[in-house]
Nanobody, 124 residues
Framework: QVQLVESGGGLVQTGGSLRLSCAAS????????MGWFRQAPGKEREFVAG????????YYTDSVKGRFTISRDNAGNTLYLLMNSLKPEDTAVYYC?????????????????WGQGTQVTVSS
C-alpha cells in the first residue's frame, strides 16, 4: 500500500503564507525524488517544485522562485512546501508527487504516485 496525504491548504489573502505537508507511506521514500504540482480550474496540472532524494538539491518553476521553499524530512517521511508572499495566481489544488527515481519529478509522466490534493485559495 502506497499513500501520499496532503494537508495545510486553505484560504489566505494576497501576501499571506501557508505551509503544505505531505505524509508519505512509500517504503522507499528516503530514496526517491519528490515534488509538488498544482492544477487550477481549466488548466493542466503543472510542476511547482522538486527535491532530490537526499534533499540537497531543489528546483522551482520560475513563477514561485524566491517565494516557495520545498523541503523534506526523510526520517519522518514527510514532504513540505512553504509558500510565502502568496498571489491570486497561486490559487490551485496542490498535489504531492513521488518520482520513479532518485531525481525529482519535473513532469506528470515522471510521477509514480500522487496525493489526493489540497486546495489553496488566495484572495485579492
Amino acid at each position: 500500500q502506497v499513500q501520499l496525504v496532503e494537508s495545510g491548504g486553505g484560504l489566505v489573502q494576497t501576501g499571506g503564507s501557508l505551509r503544505l505537508s505531505c505524509a508519505a507511506s512509500v517504503r522507499t521514500f528516503s530514496s526517491i525524488g519528490m515534488g509538488w504540482f498544482r492544477q487550477a480550474p481549466g488548466k493542466e496540472r503543472e510542476f511547482v517544485a522538486g527535491i532530490i532524494w537526499t534533499g540537497s538539491t531543489t528546483y522551482y518553476t520560475d513563477s514561485v522562485k524566491g517565494r516557495f521553499t520545498i523541503s523534506r524530512d526523510n526520517a519522518g517521511n514527510t514532504l513540505y512546501l512553504l509558500m510565502n508572499s502568496l498571489k491570486p495566481e497561486d490559487t490551485a489544488v496542490y498535489y504531492c508527487a513521488a518520482a520513479r527515481s532518485y531525481n525529482y519529478p519535473s513532469r506528470r509522466s515522471e510521477v509514480a504516485y500522487w496525493g489526493q490534493g489540497t486546495q489553496v485559495t488566495v484572495s485579492s
